[in-house]
């Protein structure tokens, strides 16, 4: 990885998505892991290590590595590669063809977390086609059902309906705020129940 960034990335990556298919057991997410495809030339470097990808259909147990030919030939949904200056043209270039043409990946998407650079592409016939943003400039992931998109200069995944996905710590606050909203609700109630000389104990929703 090639900064502080980049790994604050590929982590927020992993959490949101991780929290959101909490309940899931049929997927794996992996990040700066190696990804072999071809046992018969393991040391002819027939191996790459995307930032961050998710594998549909599959059991979610640790590994070490992602070797194709033990995984049921089972290659990535949706890779996600964070650009920098010794690697951009790389994964604009040799890595896109690969993961086109050998990986066959439907869903693949790079991003810059220093200029900010986002674009991504899904397979169509074999070609990745550039995908059209809508209008708060994210991108749809056919293979995850979700939308992909800059948010405080980070790479964050959005509902179908544009709502932000929650880091963990995002969800609990805001299920603290919503208890104490609730509370302060039922505080200023019960005040003005007092005030018109009423018991507030005495009143049932």
């Not at 290659?75 to 964070?82: C, D, Q, R, S």
């Not at 990946?105 to 397979?123: N, R």
């Not at 939308?147 to 995944?157: E, H, K, P, S």
């Amino acid at each position: 990885l090639e900064s502080s960034l980049h790994l604050q990335q590929m982590l927020l990556l992993l959490q949101c998505l991780n929290w959101l298919w909490r309940d899931r057991s049929d997927y794996f997410a992996g990040g700066n892991l190696t990804i072999y495809y071809n046992a018969q030339r393991l040391k002819n470097r027939d191996f790459r290590g995307p930032d961050f990808f998710v594998v549909l259909g599959t059991d979610p147990k640790p590994r070490k590595s992602w070797m194709i030919w033990e995984e049921g030939g089972k290659y990535p949904n949706l890779i996600v590669e964070l650009l920098s200056p010794s690697t951009a043209n790389n994964d604009r270039g040799p890595k896109k063809t690969l993961y086109q043409d050998t990986f066959r990946t439907p869903d693949y998407f790079w991003f810059d977390p220093e200029t900010l650079e986002f674009q991504g592409f899904h397979l169509v016939d074999g070609r990745y086609e550039p995908l059209t943003p809508n209008e708060h400039d994210h991108l749809w992931s056919q293979q995850l059902q979700l939308f992909l998109g800059v948010y405080n200069r980070q790479l964050r995944f959005f509902t179908p309906e544009g709502a932000l996905l929650p880091t963990p710590e995002e969800a609990a606050a805001a299920a603290t705020e919503r208890v104490d909203a609730e509370r302060q609700r039922n505080e200023q109630l019960a005040a003005r129940l007092r005030a018109l000389g009423v018991d507030p104990d005495s009143v049932t929703e």
